[in-house]
Structure formats: C-alpha cells, structure tokens
C-alpha cells in the first residue's frame, strides 16, 4: 500500500513525480535560551511538485510552526534554504502564501476588502481587482458576502476568506498551518473537501502543516511524518487513494489503514513529547 | 418583524433614552415641590428650561459655547495627535515604555488644574493658557491607550502583512494602527472629557472665555437655574465631541 518513504537521513525528500516547485533543503533552526541552545528543526529537506499536496505531521513541539515560519520567510533559518521555482527565497515572498492557524482576517475591512487587501497593497488597479476578488469568493463559496464584515460570519467561513485573500494574490505555493485546528469536526471535514476541491480545480501546489492524522490522508498525495525534538524527516508516506476523495473514500479500508500506518509512526514520537512535557511540569513538594 | 428585538427597533432606544431622562425631570420637580428638595440647592427643572432663553439672549452664552467649543477642538486636535504619536513612540521602545508608564498613568489622576497659576505665568491670561493645560490633562489617557492598542494588536495579523512582503510603514499604517484604533479611540474619548472638564474648570477658575466664566458669574449671582442651563451647554460641548469622534473612528476604519 505505501509507495514510498524516506528515512532519518537528512537527504532530501524528492516529490514523488513532476517538476519540484518548492524545494525545502537542509533546513536547520536553533533557538537560544538562558541555559541551553535547542534544535527545533534538524536538517529537514524535501521538495513539493507542481500541483501536489504534501502534509507536515508530527506531535506537538517537533517544530512543525518553526518550519512553517522558515519557509514563509517569517523566520531566518539557521541552516540551509528554500528554492520555489529555481529562486532563492531570502525573506516573505509573494511566490509563497501563507495561511495561518488564528484567526487572522482584518476585523475593519469586508470580506471583499480582505481578499483585495494584498492586491491593493500591490497597486492592482480597481476593476481588475474587483474582478479577482469575485472569482475567488465564488471560488471558496463566499460569493454574496463581499460586504459583510467578518464578525458577521462563522469561524470556517472566516477561514475561507483568509484562504481566498492568499490564493488571490497567486502564490506558487500554498502553506497552511493547521488552517481548521479552531474549527469544530463536522466543520472541518467540509471545510477540508472545499480545500481539496479548490486545489484540484487550481492545481495549487499546496504544503499543509497538520497534527491530525485523518487530514493529512483526506487531503494529501504525500504525508511527511517528523520525529520530535529535534524535528527531523522520520519517513514520508505516498497516499495512494484515489481522486475526488469522496465519503466513500474517506470511510474506506485503505483510508484507514493510512491512519493506521502513519500512527504507528507517530506513536513513539508523540509518547516522547508528552514524558517530555511530564518531566518539564512543576513537582507538587 | 413582529419578532425584532425591541433594542435593535430603530428609534426605540431614543425614544426611551428621552423618556427617562424627562421621568427623571418631572420626578425632580415633583420633589422640590412637594418640598423634599431644597429649591436654593436644586432649582426646578420647568426654571432651568425658561432660563434658556434669557441666557441665550442676554448672556451671550452661543459666543461662549464656540468659545468653550473651539478651546476644546484645540486642546482635542493636540491630544490625539501628540498622545497618539507618543504613545506609538513608546509602544517601540519597550525600555522607555516600562521606564515612564507608571508615572504617565499618575499623571492621568493628578490634578492638574490646580497648577493653573503656572500656566499663567507662561502664557498670560488668555485662550492658549486653557487650551494647554486641556491639552496636558487629556493627554495622559490617550499616550496609555494608544500604547495598549498597538501591544493588543494580535501578531498573526502583522504576520498575514510580513507574508505579502508589506513595508514597516505600510504595517503599521495598513494593519496596526486600523488593528488599534478602537483602543486608542477609548483613549481619545476619555482624554476629550479630561481635557473638557479642565477648560471648563480654568475658564471658571480664572473667570475668563467661554462657559465656565459664564457659569462662574451665574454662581456669583445666585442665578441657579440660569447656572444649570449654562451647564446644559457644557454638556452639549461634549455631546458633539462625543459623536465627532465615533464619525471619525469609523471614517478612519473604512480608509485603512
């Protein structure tokens, strides 16, 4: 069932087919603290093809935030770098899109507002950017709440304006750190087939940082599974399922036994970051 | 329809806002008549509302709401912009932040009216004197608001900025300050009625300008219920900043 992996040895991580579009390579981040320097991300490498989605799984510390802070351009890594494309990326960069966990649409501005927000920073002249902004709400199913402000609207569909504002603005890659943590299950299954359907319709080469299992397989073609602390390349797991993946799909066996596999992965790494978390707990005297 | 909310009924909330003000009147003019209230303390209502016109006719009291009003303008034009900009200033250097908060913070419960003779001193016995020392004691609240808006400001949404490669200018003017106006314009709002209440007292204290002379020589001639129509207007000073500002808050959100 699993078509291929990878193991702990810092190489890189190829895609499993087509023209890599983000290249991820040797990346190395520490941290600095009074007593210690700690090694959040340890020699991670791996690329990102034309229109695949890759998911980022691993326990709670291994990194995955810092990662995704790396590759944004919102933190300098300590080691190596982030190609998108052939270019060096040296900073935030509009090649790359980020989507984040928090809430994160502009309160004062509309809906349609936010989805024009980097376009109008970009100097997009008003029609063409009136015209953007209609097709990407339609696209994320928010077409008719152009000037409604987002306090006016449920948690999904607030991340479905901030999903909207980034593909807007025509990013090469999508990153999205756990986009639907906030949102509730029934929420998030849906909110996941819409982002699905949108990157298949888009071929959006997409990079989803998750800790939840079942979204990674419903929604990748490659789950990237890390160790934790140092957050390192354990293995990447090939989701083999077949396309839309539909109610059918996500209840199957194969399904499953993905959930399964990339668990059993995950187990020993998410039991070390939870004795770690013990051992870090004030004693009762 | 039927089952709209009655608050949110367009001019019922006015209407009852009216009202009780009016119950409010009548109940007070029924106890200073029936003699439960002193009327040399408390003049009555129906008075105080005849009086309206002799002191808008012989007291001259519509030059001396501008008088009061543009002092007040002055001293609030000042205090948001210096406040503001303080207050943004010391938001950046956490240092000099942590080093004058505490003292910024006495500063807004100290009375300051009081170093009226001061002020004096410097500037004469004129307008500038009542707009300082408006503008000195509105404009503490405004500096500690301003600071807590920006350090309210939450940092994943200066993230979405930095992801589409904004400029330290265009961060602050596209998404911290719109992210901090609300808080700063709580700041604004209290330092206006600081500073308001200030040039009122100076105007009385120093017996020059706009309606706290006004009120001063009314108090002078025992003339309650023209001295409290005289205060209606200092309310009615405040009224209008109030609602300027809230047009101003909400102009300053849509063009960020």
Redesign the interface.
């Known amino acids: 069932m699993t078509g291929g992996s990878a193991g702990e040895d810092g190489s890189t991580v190829e895609a499993a087919g087509g023209t890599p579009v983000l290249r991820v390579e040797n990346i190395v981040k520490r941290f600095v603290t009074d007593s210690a320097t700690v090694t959040a991300v340890d020699h991670v490498s791996f690329t990102v093809a034309q229109g695949e989605v890759l998911s980022i799984i691993g326990p709670s510390g291994c990194g995955k935030s810092t990662l995704f802070n790396v590759i ?3 933190a300098e890594a300590d080691e190596g770098r982030v190609v998108v494309e052939g270019r060096l990326m040296s ?4 090649a ?3 989507v ?1 966990q ?3 649409t ?4 509309t809906v349609g507002d936010n989805v024009a ?2 376009l109008e ?1 970009a100097g997009m002249a008003r029609a063409e950017r009136t015209k953007r902004v209609r097709h990407y709400l339609e696209l994320v199913g928010l077409k008719g709440f152009e000037q409604h402000h987002p306090a006016q609207l449920s948690g999904g569909m607030r991340q479905r304006v ?1 999903i909207a ?2 593909l807007a ?1 025509g990013p090469k890659v999508l990153l999205m750190d756990e986009p639907f943590a906030a949102l509730d299950e029934q929420t998030r299954l849906l909110l996941g087939d819409k982002v699905l359907q949108i990157q298949q319709e888009l071929a959006q080469t997409t990079l989803l940082i998750t800790h939840s299992i079942a979204e990674a397989v419903q929604l990748s073609d490659r789950v990237l599974v890390m160790t934790y602390r140092p957050g390192r390349v354990k293995r990447i797991v090939d989701i083999k399922l077949p396309r839309p993946r539909t109610a059918e799909i996500i209840g199957s066996k194969d399904f499953g036994l993905y959930v399964a596999e990339i668990w059993s992965d995950l187990r020993g790494e998410a039991s070390l970051g939870m004795k770690d978390a013990e051992a870090h707990l004030p004693q009762a005297e | 329809m039927a089952n709209r909310p009655l608050a949110e009924a367009k001019c019922l909330p006015a209407a009852l806002g009216l009202g009780g003000l009016a119950a409010v009147l009548a109940l007070t003019e029924m106890l200073i008549r029936l003699g439960w209230v002193n009327r040399f303390i408390v003049p009555l209502p129906s008075e105080v509302f005849v009086s309206f016109e002799r002191i808008i006719l012989e007291e001259n009291v519509l030059s001396r709401f501008l008088a009061t009003a543009g002092e007040a303008l002055a001293a609030a034009f000042l205090v948001s912009l210096t406040g503001v900009a303080l207050g943004a200033f010391l938001h950046r250097h956490r240092l000099l932040r942590r080093a004058c908060e505490s003292w910024v913070a006495g500063l807004a419960a100290a009375p300051l009216v009081l170093l009226y003779p001061l002020f004096l001193v410097i500037f004469g016995r004129n307008a500038l004197t009542i707009v300082m020392i408006g503008f000195v004691s509105g404009l503490p609240p405004a500096i500690l608001k301003t600071v807590e808006g920006f350090a309210g400001t ?1 940092k ?2 200066l ?2 900025g ?5 400029s330290p200018s ?1 961060l602050f003017w ?2 911290a300050f ?2 901090a ?1 609300p808080v700063i314009f709580v700041g604004v709002r209290l330092g206006l009625m600081f500073s308001l209440i200030n040039i009122v007292g100076v105007e009385f204290l120093i017996n020059f300008g706009g309606l706290g002379q006004l009120v001063n020589e009314l108090a002078e001639r025992y003339d309650l219920a023209a001295m409290y129509a005289a205060i209606c207007f200092v309310i009615l000073v405040s009224v209008f900043f109030f609602i300027a500002s809230e047009k101003l808050e909400r102009w300053l ?1 849509r063009s ?1």
């Open positions: 944004g351009g919102l900073g935030p960069d509009p790359i899109g980020m984040f928090e809430e994160s502009f309160p004062w501005r927000f980097a920073v901030a504002r980034t603005f | 939450p994943v949404l993230d979405v930095r992801s589409f490669s904004l265009q596209k998404i719109p992210s106006l959100l960020a």
